[in-house]
């Protein structure tokens, strides 16, 4: 029953986009965290998604063995973009020259993302529910 | 004289299987809406159908155990098409969220309408077994 996968199709899905939606709460906790040094201060994450192999083989894959083309969580990157030194000499942690290192989290970019990966887990639960509905009246078919 | 169930069912058993095909297909979807390069599939329903009422032109013979299925043999499983997408974007995701939800709320409607006329099939069958 193809309507069976919806469940793992989707719960992958919502897997993933739950896992965003840690990020972004973990990014935006600590958008405003400073550190002694750049290397120490907190680094904005991304989740990386990929869609799991059987999706991408397409129409080569065995009939019958037509399984979940769900979402993979291939891991989770920190961003590159540069650390922001502030000028704070009376701080505890600033270093020699007076300088503490903002996080490089931006506050803007982390809302949409929020906003995307809850927008995209509501959008997956009403499949699930819907799929979950055919399924309840495929089962009294006949009666 | 035999009874095929088959033949009693009518074409509305395989358009259900072909529903649920698509209903999964376009769920895959929407669940890779926010996947970088993942491109969006659909069946062509009434090409799929056309295959399944035995309309699909020569079907490949298979003369050995280790030939592979040709693609779409099956009438649970036919071949999905790449959707070509209005407006790609930058990452390589071809899904448009909007249309596919649209295009799953559809398929859901055909699939309860198959399975209702599916579901009549059955009453009528079962009235006319029935001896009163």
């Known amino acids: 029953?193809?309507?069976y996968d919806i469940f793992n199709i989707s719960g992958s899905a919502l897997t993933a986009q739950s896992t965003r939606l840690n990020v972004t709460a973990s990014?935006?906790?600590n958008a405003e965290t400073v550190s002694g040094s750049p290397e120490t201060a907190y680094r904005a994450r991304q989740p990386v998604f990929a869609a799991e192999l059987q999706a991408a083989?397409?129409?080569?894959?065995?009939?019958?063995g037509q399984g979940g083309g769900g979402v993979q969580l291939r891991g989770i990157v920190e961003s590159d973009a540069p650390v922001q030194p502030l000028y704070q000499p009376e701080h505890p942690e600033a270093d020699?020259?007076?300088?503490v290192y903002r996080s490089n989290v931006n506050t803007v970019e982390e809302m949409v993302n929020m906003i995307s990966a809850s927008r995209s887990y509501q959008n997956n639960v009403e499949v699930m529910t819907t799929s979950r509905d055919l399924l309840l009246q495929t089962l009294q078919l006949g009666q | 004289m035999t009874l095929s169930l088959d033949k009693a069912l009518g074409p509305a058993a395989d358009a259900l299987q072909l529903h649920?095909?698509?209903t999964q297909l376009l769920a895959e979807n929407i669940a890779n809406?926010?996947?970088p390069n993942y491109k969006a599939r659909d069946l062509d329903f009434r090409a799929a159908m056309r295959q399944a009422a035995g309309d699909g032109g020569l079907a490949l013979n298979r003369t050995s155990a280790g030939h592979l299925t040709p693609p779409g043999s099956s009438v649970g499983?036919?071949?999905?098409q790449y959707r070509v997408p209005a407006n790609p974007s930058l990452d390589g995701n071809t899904v448009e969220l909007d249309q596919e939800r649209g295009r799953f709320a559809e398929s859901t409607v055909n699939y309860q309408a198959s399975l209702q006329f599916l579901g009549s099939r059955f009453t009528g069958l079962i009235n006319?077994?029935?001896r009163e």
């Open chain 2, 20 to 22: 649920e095909r698509r």
């Open chain 2, 77 to 80: 499983n036919p071949t999905p």
């Open chain 2, 128 to 130: 006319a077994l029935r």
């Open chain 1, 1 to 3: 029953m193809a309507l």
């Open chain 1, 27 to 29: 990014n935006l906790a």
């Open chain 1, 96 to 99: 020699a020259d007076g300088y």
């Open chain 2, 33 to 35: 809406a926010d996947t």
């Open chain 1, 57 to 64: 083989r397409g129409g080569l894959q065995a009939p019958g």
